[in-house]
């Protein structure tokens, strides 16, 4: 009789721990979201500082032309105003990923991702046909210390946009394959977070770089 309960009282005990085993895997998941987005922000201000120690390497250089051109003669606004105009339109169109992300329509969050990686790799393309004809005019990133410091700045965020257009398209066959999913949605937020740092870092340097260079 004893026996009896006892394998009982077993027998309920074991299946109590184990109807509590999916809460604590799930809380478990939960953390794990919740480090990579703690890494990202920790990422995302290593990379404020990075940004802002090479502006304040353009700004102490600008006017060290060594004999070559300067800002003035080098740059040319409507190409530059085409690119900040495309490049803001894709942080737009990023926010209606997320929107849709948030109304559960998956096609729609595809569709906009494909939108925003589009805009991103013609802002891409505007600014390598920049650099191509500043090349062609002579003025290259070792003619002075203006232009190494205007290419590396300038180069430094062309390359964060690339990095981040393969990484869209990579969430982009993740989202077809898996869905909309706590994982799938804490990447589509982040990469959208990413993306409109990029549009905040572009204003500076259209200002700081651009304006300023032609005024």
Request: proline share 1%; hydrophobic share 50%.
């Amino acid at each position: 009789m004893a026996q009896t309960i006892t394998n009982k009282s077993s027998a309920h005990s074991g299946g109590h721990g184990h109807g509590h085993e999916p809460e604590h895997h799930h809380d478990d998941h939960a953390d794990q979201e919740s480090m990579k987005t703690f890494g990202f922000w920790l990422f995302l201000i290593t990379d404020c500082i990075l940004f802002g120690t090479l502006f304040a390497t353009y700004v102490v250089l600008r006017f060290n032309t060594n004999g070559g051109p300067t800002a003035h003669e080098l740059f040319e606004m409507p190409g530059v105003i085409a690119e900040t105009f495309i490049l803001l339109t894709s942080s737009f169109t990023s926010g209606l990923a997320v929107l849709a992300m948030n109304q559960g329509n998956k096609k729609a969050l595809i569709g906009w991702l494909a939108v925003t990686v589009l805009l991103g790799a013609s802002f891409i393309t505007l600014e390598v046909t920049e650099f191509i004809n500043m090349v062609h005019e002579g003025a290259t990133i070792s003619t002075s210390a203006f232009l190494s410091a205007f290419f590396t700045l300038v180069g430094t965020h062309g390359l964060h946009v690339s990095l981040g257009l393969v990484w869209m398209i990579g969430i982009m066959f993740q989202l077809s394959r898996r869905g909309i999913t706590n994982v799938t949605k804490r990447k589509v937020t982040i990469i959208s977070l990413y993306w409109h740092f990029l549009d905040i870092v572009w204003i500076f340097v259209l200002t700081v770089v651009y304006l300023m260079g032609v005024m």
